[in-house]
T-cell receptor
Framework: GIQVEQSPPDLILQEGANSTLRCNFS?????LQWFHQNPWGQLINLFY???GTKQNGRLSATTVATERYSLLYISSSQTTDSGVYFC???????FGAGTILRVKS | SAVISQKPSRDICQRGTSLTIQCQVD?????MFWYRQQPGQSLTLIAT?????????ESGFVIDKFPISRPNLTFSTLTVSNMSPEDSSIYLC???????????FGNGTRLTVT
């Protein structure tokens, strides 16, 4: 089956810093989504982005489908951005292992 | 997006017993899935809940252990049967409007088996 790799596995930021999270996938996909799991376990859909670029406030995402990767950008990070960021592909959502982000004040 | 209510939010159960988890959506949805998240791990798909027919299970998951019902387009249940401590996980339902559309998750059920 399709493989999804995320990097980095862990990231610690000072509040206000910017970061880029990466998601590589092993085969072409029609569906790619980014999720944020907050410290209470809630899983929030950030972007549905099988290709192209989208922005939502301080977050933006880009998927280059032909090169099989997607990037999630977080600008001016806040402590509330802490949690785990997951990339998932395909309609039945194959998840990557996630990036654990900790933002320090 | 749809409002998804999942119950119970958490439970502590004894080994050998069963727990049924409910997922209620405030609007009709085409796609409905059940996932498991083991402690410190990512999410793994258990099965696709099919309205009016048997669920479609992923490799490693069987109907006898995880029976699923979906009587209509707004409701589904997942039962974790004959539980053991290895079943301690977060179980989540997710819903989507259709193929190639965003999926949204319920708040999950945190299950501890003692």
């Amino acid at each position: 089956g399709i493989q999804v790799e995320q990097s980095p596995p862990d990231l610690i930021l000072q509040e206000g810093a910017n970061s880029t999270l990466r998601c590589n996938f092993s085969d072409s996909v029609n569906n790619l989504q980014w999720f944020h799991q907050n410290p209470w376990g809630q899983l929030i859909n950030l972007f549905y982005i099988p290709s192209g670029t989208k922005q939502n406030g301080r977050l933006s995402a880009t998927t280059v489908a032909t090169e099989r990767y997607s990037l999630l950008y977080i600008s001016s990070s806040q402590t509330t951005d802490s949690g785990v960021y997951f990339c998932a592909v395909e309609n039945k959502l194959v998840f990557g292992a996630g990036t654990i982000l900790r933002v320090k004040s | 997006s749809a409002v998804i209510s999942q119950k119970p939010s958490r439970d502590i159960c004894q080994r050998g017993t069963s727990l049924t988890i409910q997922c209620q959506v405030d609007s009709q949805v085409t796609m409905m899935f059940w996932y498991r998240q083991q402690p410190g791990q990512s999410l793994t798909l258990i099965a696709t809940a099919n309205q009016g027919s048997e669920a479609t299970y992923e490799s490693g998951f069987v109907i006898d252990k995880f029976p699923i019902s979906r009587p209509n387009l707004t409701f589904s249940t997942l039962t974790v049967s004959n539980m053991s401590p290895e079943d301690s996980s977060i179980y989540l339902c997710s819903v989507g409007a259709g193929t190639n559309s965003p999926l949204h998750f319920g708040n999950g059920t945190r299950l501890t088996v003692t």
